[in-house]
């Protein structure tokens, strides 16, 4: 520096006169540099070490990726499902799911109930007739007023998809003859449409294309029914799909471990972790004699050694491994209690080593100790309390668990059903909707009708109208036609997909014996008894209805005569299929006890509400005077080392059996070792109920272990990076400091040759001028 401020000023001489910027620069610069000089060396020292700690972070985070799955509870419960034939039937599984066997066969599809209306039109837009229109569907009545504002084709389409009524509406051309059609929105037997109230459809009538039925399953011999395709409440958590029917074929389906799955979730872990040893070993190494050139300027081996002789490394690699080290004590009474008991050691090199043989043994023997070796999770010594998961703040341990309250359903129970002498016997429900429409060669039957003025017993042979029909309704029809005066009435109830025989009002009980070739339809058996009916044959029946958070409003009950259970079945449709109760998510079941009906929430909890009001019309069914009630949420206590704590405010909204335990709980004024632990009490007693055992596995530890090292209060890459950054920011400071004082160096130096330019080039205009003045008087003389 020396040397270049000496040619610079010699230079300038020289000359007669300065570069003042050259100069001024070469001075200002010569001042900063050696606190410069220290500066950029700190500077690049702690850049060095915050840029491999972000590397070793980023890796770490990586790393802890791999670690969720593992750490989780619902990795070592995925099932694996097979179905022999997926084009007929399909399964899915959760982790709760008990691994079985099934067979199935796929009977019927569930299917939407269709009618078009036989009147044709020559447009759409041809007038048809006003009036108002009921339409029936699902336990639910709507009328629409078809007027001069809508009563074409395309008018009452138009009103009805617009509108909530249960049905769709279309316009078929068919062949130049437009129909209207009309579809339920729901499938399943339960969505049989009936409209009624204007003069052209009433007077051509209505043609069924595509009847209401459930989808039928048959698992392993047990006959089951669904109003979709879904069935995913038959079997816990299991879902069944039926894709198409194929009555008869058997179809094996199985819900197994996933074994696979798990084995290669752990041989990646394994892996994953052996590459990240290996990146540490490689930032704390001391020489790069075993690196090539090209090595060393490839970015794979940017931060090679970056971090050697650092003992915030060597204590990350201590803590990783010490996590992965040793045996469980919370899991002493397992099948395993360290990784060596399921395949996975340290060799020499401080590598994860793997007895494929020996993970694949422990993996077939005992899934659920292997879960409990790796994830953090729960678990109950009540069969009812199901442990459902954990925070980041719940604690390893035993706590014992005391319920002084459970969790109901809000219910209301009506009176006694008032019974009419009259009965209806009903066949079986009908799985074979295409053999329903054959009566057979030879079927008969015998008829007993007691107590009425038309008792009697009536033999009767179908022999005269055996045969294949069009409908399930004309095959009733057919069978009432060969009764011979006896006095009852044959239908199809297509909500049920059964075939009824009803006493004609006052007409008494009913019985059917004797019964040959009648399987199609549904009489199996040698035998069917009558029920006694409820008749509400007067007019409809109606009430209010608030079921949970739903908008109180009204539901009606055609009226007819019904067996108990078909009016528990109809009301249970009505009041699900209410607009209002469906948008709320609520739902009821509708069950008796041979005498009366209770209605049920299916909601656990205090937020489960049923409130039935304003009856009309409804005396025969038991329900006159209005009815509410509300559910309520378990309660209890679950203690810790800490002291009690009372589980009933942490209750879930959703359902009252739930219990979530806030990450802020307190016991005694610190926090409770069971913050955002969650568990459910699905039943049993009142009273001590056992233990919940809280654990935690090898890889939710480490999990845990990685996470901590990256808190900025204690974690020690938190911390260190933290300081790091603060320290940049100083160095920062310090640069802007140093540029800020080179500047003003700049500014005295650049004045300060300024003014010796100034004399120079003063001087130097006197000594031209004396030279001159000089040379002129030599000449003179």
Do not use: C, W
């Not at 009555?247 to 990240?276: C, H, R, W």
């Not at 915030?312 to 899991?331: P, W």
């Not at 069914?621 to 559910?631: C, P, Q, S």
């Amino acid at each position: 520096m020396a040397n270049e401020i000496g040619n610079a000023l010699l230079t300038s001489l020289t000359n007669s006169s300065f570069d003042i910027g050259n100069m001024s620069k070469v001075l200002a610069e010569a001042e900063v540099a050696g606190p410069r000089a220290i500066l950029e060396k700190n500077q690049e020292k702690v850049s060095t070490e915050l840029d491999a700690l972000k590397y070793l972070k980023t890796n770490l985070e990586a790393f802890n990726t791999y670690l969720t799955d593992l750490s989780s509870p619902d990795t070592f419960g995925q099932k694996n499902v097979t179905s022999s034939n997926d084009g007929i039937v399909s399964v899915s599984a959760s982790s709760t799911a008990a691994l079985a066997s099934y067979q199935i066969e796929s009977k019927q599809l569930a299917q939407a109930h269709t009618l078009v209306a036989n009147q044709g039109y020559s447009s759409p837009s041809d007038t048809i007739s006003a009036g108002t229109l009921s339409i029936q569907v699902g336990g639910q009545s709507h009328s629409i007023t078809v007027d001069a504002s809508n009563n074409t084709l395309e008018g009452l389409q138009k009103v009805i998809n617009n509108g909530d009524y249960g049905v769709t509406a279309s316009i078929i051309n068919n062949g130049g003859s437009y129909q209207m059609m009309f579809t339920s929105k729901e499938t399943g037997a339960a969505g049989e449409v009936s409209i009624s109230g204007l003069a052209d459809f009433d007077t051509a009538g209505f043609t069924t294309t595509a009847e209401a039925q459930d989808a039928v399953m048959v698992l392993n011999g047990l006959t089951v029914t669904s109003s979709t395709n879904t069935f995913d409440s038959v079997i816990e958590g299991v879902s069944f799909q039926l894709n198409s029917a194929s009555p008869g074929v058997m179809n094996a389906v199985s819900v197994g471990q996933d074994s696979e799955g798990v084995k290669e979730a752990i041989t990646s872990f394994v892996d994953v972790y052996n590459q990240l040893d290996t990146i540490l070993d490689e930032l704390g190494s001391y020489s790069t004699d075993e690196l090539t050139a090209e090595e060393l300027e490839s970015e794979e081996y940017q931060y090679y050694g970056d971090l050697a002789g650092s003992s915030l490394l060597r204590s990350v690699k201590y803590q990783v491994r010490e996590s992965l080290s040793g045996a469980m004590e919370m899991l002493s009474g397992s099948s395993y209690q360290s990784l060596t008991d399921i395949g996975i050691s340290f060799d020499r090199e401080g590598k994860l080593v793997l007895d494929s043989a020996k993970l694949d043994s422990a993996i077939s023997s005992d899934m659920q100790a292997v879960s409990s070796l790796f994830s953090k999770g729960g678990s109950s010594s009540d069969p009812l309390i199901n442990v459902i998961s954990g925070g980041d703040n719940t604690q390893t341990g035993n706590y014992d668990l005391n319920i002084t309250q459970l969790a109901e359903r809000a219910a209301v129970t009506g009176g006694a059903a008032i019974f009419s002498t009259d009965q209806r016997l009903s066949g079986d429900r009908v799985i074979d909707s295409t053999a329903a429409l054959t009566i057979d060669a030879g079927a008969s039957f015998t008829l007993d009708v007691v107590g009425g003025p038309n008792a009697g017993t009536f033999n009767v042979d179908l022999t005269a109208v055996a045969g294949t029909y069009a409908s399930k309704d004309e095959v009733a029809a057919a069978i009432q036609s060969q009764l011979g005066g006896a006095p009852v009435t044959v239908a199809y109830d297509s909500a049920q997909s059964r075939f009824e025989i009803t006493a004609n009002a006052g007409e008494g009980s009913v019985t059917l014996s004797n019964i040959v070739g009648l399987n199609n339809q549904g009489f199996s058996q040698a035998s069917y008894a009558g029920e006694n009916l409820i008749d509400l044959s007067g007019a409809d029946a109606t009430f209010n209805v608030k079921i949970d958070d739903a908008t109180a409003s009204a539901v009606t009950i055609q009226a007819g005569r019904y067996t108990l259970d078909e009016l528990s079945q109809t009301m249970a449709t009505s009041i699900n299929n209410n607009a209002d109760v469906k948008a709320a998510g609520a739902q009821v079941s509708v069950t008796n006890d041979g005498n009366a009906m209770t209605i049920t929430s299916s909601r656990f909890g205090a937020f489960s509400t049923v409130e039935l009001t304003g009856f009309t019309g409804f005396a025969s069914a038991g329900f006159t005077a209005d009815l509410t009630d509300v559910g309520q949420n378990v309660d209890g206590t679950i203690t810790t080392a800490s002291g009690t704590l009372n589980i009933g405010a942490y209750a879930d909204a959703e359902d009252g059996r739930l219990v979530k335990i806030s990450d802020y709980a307190v016991i005694a004024g610190n926090p409770a070792e069971v913050q955002g632990l969650q568990f459910e009490v699905l039943g049993g007693l009142t009273g001590a109920r056992g233990t919940i055992t809280y654990e935690q596995g090898f890889a939710s530890k480490l999990e845990e272990t990685i996470g901590n090292l990256f808190d900025s209060d204690y974690g020690l890459i938190g911390q260190r990076i933290d300081s790091l950054n603060n320290k940049m920011d100083k160095y920062s400071e310090k640069s802007d400091d140093i540029d800020a004082r080179y500047e003003r160096l700049l500014m005295k130096y650049q004045l300060q040759f300024s003014a010796l330019q100034s004399i120079i080039s003063s001087t130097e205009q006197t000594r031209n001028y004396l030279s001159a003045t000089f040379s002129n008087n030599n000449n003179n003389n």
